[in-house]
Structure formats: structure tokens, C-alpha cells
């Protein structure tokens, strides 16, 4: 079975302030990893994937994650955090095997901006 | 932006009724997910449908049925309401290639079931 975890439901940083969102995964075969964000009343957005090639993988609106298989990481970074930045953040995790495309979330950790 | 309409957005029922949501994605994806999204579970898959057929399910209870249109519109049918129900449910379109294709979220459709 797969699964995520996202350290810290909260996090709050000052704009302008590096970014990082923690995610750990759990999968017995080679997983695709993913995050999306979430803003207030909609659905998610995906920021990136991550699907065996680069290590590091570059998304939309700056951020980034890297993929650490050793640590079983995939821990999402901006350098500098905006306002609008604000939102819900999901890693979500599934695997090549079984032609299916079910992903598994984490909690989601929500981001808090401050000016 | 996202490519999937869901309707409709927002819905109250009364516990013990049914209800059926609508997921239609853009023109040549033909896999549908379903997802439900609660503060307490967070989000948690429901099943998927690629080419009119059911190919994974999550550990829900059969009162969570859905079904797959020949052009890819998916509903999804809670029968006999409860209160735990209530959440807000998002459906996602992917090509359907495996799993390394993206899955796009719809805005999702809120229902209240008091």
C-alpha cells in the first residue's frame, strides 16, 4: 500500500521567506509523486509531478520539489514566498503498476503568508 | 483552465435521500476520478472509470456507485444520505494513459446533507 506524509498542518512564514513544505512517502514500486495546491472554495490545481526522469523537478508559480529516494522525500520549495502563495498544499503519491491512476493524498498542509 | 465542468456546485439534501453529481470532462479524456474531500479524512478516492469502465475503487461503502458515459461524462449516485456524507466531492480528467499522465481537478460540487 502507498501513503503520504506531510509534516506540519500549518506552516507560516513572512513574504519574501523561503518556502518548504515537507512530504514523506511510503511505496513498495517505484512511485509517481505529485503536489497541488488548494485555494478557498475550488478545486486543486497541480503544481508539478514528479515521474522518474529529473530528480528535481521545476512547476508553475516558482516552486519546485526534489525527490530523494533514499529519504523517501519529495519536499516542495520556493525561495520566496509571495501572498498570493497562500493556499492548501496536497502531495499526493501512485505508481506505475496496474494501469490505474489513483492517487493517494496527504493531509494537506496549509500555508499562511504574512506581510 | 482545468477542463472539467462538475454540476452542480453546491447541494443540500435531507439524510436517507439520494443524490447524483455530474463530472464532464474536455473532449478526449477519457479517464474520470472521483474524490471526496472532508475536513477530518481529507481527501480520499472514491473510484475511477476509463472507457465506460470501473477500473479501481476505494474503500467506500456500495451506498457510492458512479457510471461512465460513451463520451466520458461521468455521474456518481450516493443513495440513502447520512450526515458523514457531507463533503466536498472533486472529479478529475486524465488522458487515461497510466499513471504518470496528470490528473486535472474540476472546481468539485459541495454537498450538505442535514
Known amino acids: 500500500a502507498q501513503s503520504v506524509t506531510q509534516l506540519g498542518s500549518h506552516v507560516s512564514v513572512s513574504e519574501g521567506a523561503l518556502v518548504l513544505l515537507r512530504c514523506n512517502y511510503s511505496?513498495?514500486?517505484?512511485?509517481?509523486l505529485f503536489w497541488y495546491v488548494q485555494y478557498p472554495n475550488q478545486g486543486l490545481q497541480l503544481l508539478l509531478k514528479y515521474t522518474s526522469a529529473a530528480t528535481l523537478v521545476k512547476g508553475i508559480n516558482g516552486f519546485e520539489a526534489e525527490f530523494k529516494k533514499s529519504e523517501t522525500s519529495f519536499h516542495l520549495t520556493k525561495p520566496s514566498a509571495h501572498m498570493s502563495d497562500a493556499a492548501e498544499y496536497f502531495c499526493?503519491?501512485?505508481?506505475?503498476?496496474?494501469?490505474?491512476?489513483?492517487?493517494?493524498f496527504g493531509k494537506g498542509t496549509k500555508l499562511t503568508v504574512n506581510p | 483552465k482545468a477542463g472539467v465542468t462538475q454540476t452542480p456546485r453546491y447541494l443540500i439534501k435531507t439524510r436517507g435521500q439520494q443524490v447524483t453529481l455530474s463530472c464532464s470532462p474536455i473532449?478526449?479524456?477519457?479517464?474520470v476520478s472521483w474524490y471526496q474531500q472532508t475536513p477530518g479524512q481529507g481527501l480520499q478516492f472514491l473510484f475511477e472509470y476509463f472507457s465506460e469502465t470501473q477500473r479501481n475503487k476505494g474503500n467506500f461503502p456500495g451506498r457510492f456507485s458512479g457510471r461512465q458515459f460513451s463520451n466520458s461524462r461521468s455521474e456518481m449516485n450516493v443513495s440513502t444520505l447520512e450526515l458523514g456524507d457531507s463533503a466536498l466531492y472533486l472529479c478529475a480528467r486524465s488522458l487515461g494513459g497510466g499513471a504518470a499522465y496528470e490528473q486535472y481537478f474540476g472546481p468539485g460540487t459541495r454537498l450538505t446533507v442535514t
Open positions: 499526493a503519491v501512485t505508481s506505475k503498476r496496474g494501469g490505474s491512476e489513483k492517487l493517494v
Open positions: 511505496s513498495s514500486v517505484p512511485p509517481y
Open positions: 473532449s478526449g479524456h477519457r479517464s
